[in-house]
Every structure is written in structure tokens, then in C-alpha cells.
């Protein structure tokens, strides 16, 4: 059974950084993907950062790139998402998530991701 818990949410002020974690079990890195996405009320779900696991490449939406870093730590089996220079907009809550199976395209496609952890708040105040 695939699990995936994240951490690392909280408040912080604009400019500042949080580090997200999202430990994962039961599942088996082979040339698949895990991403991070978030959901603002009232907004659709949206891909944040997506780790391609079998050649390590990334993928960073827009409004984070050169802001977010994503990496995946396969020993702890751990997913890390660093967030610097936040912004009011990047308030959300943020979700882990791996691919149900190795076909990860580029861009990625939220229906890719079959596993979903429960969530992890950020809010970032002016």
C-alpha cells in the first residue's frame, strides 16, 4: 500500500522559506514521477514541482521557478520541497504525489498521479 505523509507547512511572512517533506512507502522508483501540487480555495488543483525519478530531471511551473527546489532522497525515501521568496500568492495547500505508473510526460498531467498525501498548509503573509 502506497503512503505518502507531508510536513513541513506552517505561516510564514513574504521573503521567507519553508522546507516541505512528504515521506513515502510501498513504493517502487522506476522511472516514475512525484510531484508536488497545490490548491488554493476556490482554485483548481495545480502542478508546483514534478521530479522525474529514473533520469532525475525536473519540472517547475512559472510562477516558481528560480523560488522552489524539488529533490527526492531515495535512501530515506523522502521527497523535499524547498520554498524561498514566498509570496502571498503562494498560499495553498500543498499535496505530494507519486504517478500510478512510469509514463511521467513533460509537462506533467495531474491524472498521471494516482497517490496523493493529505495535505500540508502554507500560508504566506504580506
Known amino acids: 500500500q502506497v503512503q505518502l505523509v507531508e510536513s513541513g507547512g506552517g505561516s510564514v511572512q513574504a521573503g521567507g522559506s519553508l522546507r516541505l517533506s512528504c515521506v513515502v512507502s510501498g513504493y517502487t522508483y522506476s522511472s516514475n514521477c512525484m510531484g508536488w501540487f497545490r490548491q488554493a480555495p476556490g482554485k483548481e488543483r495545480e502542478v508546483v514541482a514534478v521530479?522525474?525519478?529514473?533520469?532525475?530531471?525536473?519540472y517547475y511551473a512559472d510562477s516558481v521557478k528560480g523560488r522552489f527546489t524539488t529533490s527526492l532522497d531515495k535512501a530515506e525515501n523522502t521527497v523535499y520541497l524547498q520554498m524561498n521568496s514566498l509570496r502571498p500568492e503562494d498560499t495553498a495547500m500543498y499535496y505530494c504525489?507519486?504517478?500510478?505508473?512510469?509514463?511521467?510526460?513533460?509537462?506533467?498531467?495531474?491524472?498521471?498521479?494516482?497517490?496523493w498525501g493529505q495535505g500540508t498548509q502554507v500560508t504566506v503573509s504580506s
Open positions: 504525489a507519486a504517478s500510478s505508473g512510469t509514463y511521467c510526460p513533460f509537462p506533467p498531467q495531474v491524472k498521471r498521479f494516482g497517490y
Open positions: 521530479i522525474y525519478t529514473g533520469s532525475g530531471g525536473g
